[in-house]
């Protein structure tokens, strides 16, 4: 399995505290199938500063820590982005990160409050070249009377990652309805820990992925876990995702025709 998000890097955000948490958390992930994580800290203005060439050096070094101590996992860059205006101008400068350089970027949304023309924010994104992918929507609280809001982001192509925990019910019975109905309507494409420590909130996934198998088949549990991540870390499009009452084949989907689309969905023609 391949983990696109997690806030692995110690010292930078909320996660790992320190090098010996960190190196637990990587135990962690390999014992449960891992084999590639993105180490992806908070950049949120005010509260978390950090900066690409901060993210990319501490991520080097932990990756030499982990291989001194025989742990047998790959890091790579990637940063949890707070939406804003100015995401894309952070990202051409190189202050904030996409996952392994390519065009792929984690957006994180407000978790109370659905900001104001956040639709906008996504297209600003696609129309500078990048596809943004939503962070853990199931956690929202506003989801549940904008879930409209989640559809429109993904029917227009934006990629939407789940937490493996809410599948499983660790983040409570809401979180887990709003991963269950996104995966019944083929509305995800990735599922990743977002893992902070090593107690609260370890890297766990293969419960997850069994809970995955059971709803909708091993193949698709695969899609999510493994194809998926592993498209977006070789900046390939991503395998196509859809129900059979609404099909969107986002990987294929053309930037021009994207932009197309939503502007008009912006302006309500």
Not at 139 to 165: C, E, F, K, P, S
Not at 190 to 201: E, F, G
Not at 253 to 262: A, C, E, Q, Y
Request: glycine share 8%.
């Amino acid at each position: 399995m391949i983990d696109l998000h997690c806030h692995l890097l110690p010292g930078l955000d909320d996660g790992a505290k320190d090098g010996s948490e960190a190196r637990e958390m990587a135990r962690i992930a390999v014992a449960e199938g891992i084999t590639t994580i993105a180490c992806t800290p908070h950049i949120v203005p005010g509260v978390y500063d950090n900066v690409g060439p901060e993210i990319r050096a501490a991520t080097e070094a932990l990756q030499r820590e982990l291989n001194e101590a025989h742990i047998p996992v790959t890091l790579v860059v990637g940063a949890d982005i707070h939406v804003g205006p100015l995401v894309v101008a952070q990202l051409r400068s190189g202050e904030a990160l996409s996952l392994n350089d390519t065009r792929y970027v984690l957006i994180e949304p407000p978790h109370h409050i659905l900001p104001p023309r956040i639709e906008d924010a996504f297209f600003n994104l696609a129309a500078g070249g990048y596809t943004p992918i939503l962070t853990h929507p199931e956690r929202m609280t506003w989801i549940d009377t904008r879930y409209d809001v989640v559809q429109r982001l993904a029917n227009a192509g934006v990629l939407m990652q789940l937490t493996a925990g809410a599948i499983t019910g660790r983040f409570g019975r809401q979180a887990r309805y709003w991963s269950e109905r996104m995966i019944d309507e083929s509305l995800v494409h990735i599922v990743a820990t977002d893992a902070h420590d090593s107690r609260r909130r370890p890297p766990l996934a293969r419960a997850a992925f069994e809970a995955v198998c059971q709803r909708v088949g091993e193949a698709e549990a695969n899609q999510l876990f493994l194809n998926c991540p592993l498209a977006i870390l070789e900046n390939r499009p991503v395998p196509t995702r859809g129900s059979p009452a609404k099909a969107t084949n986002y990987g294929a989907l053309k930037r021009d025709s994207l932009l197309i689309r939503w502007a008009r969905s912006l302006r309500g023609g």
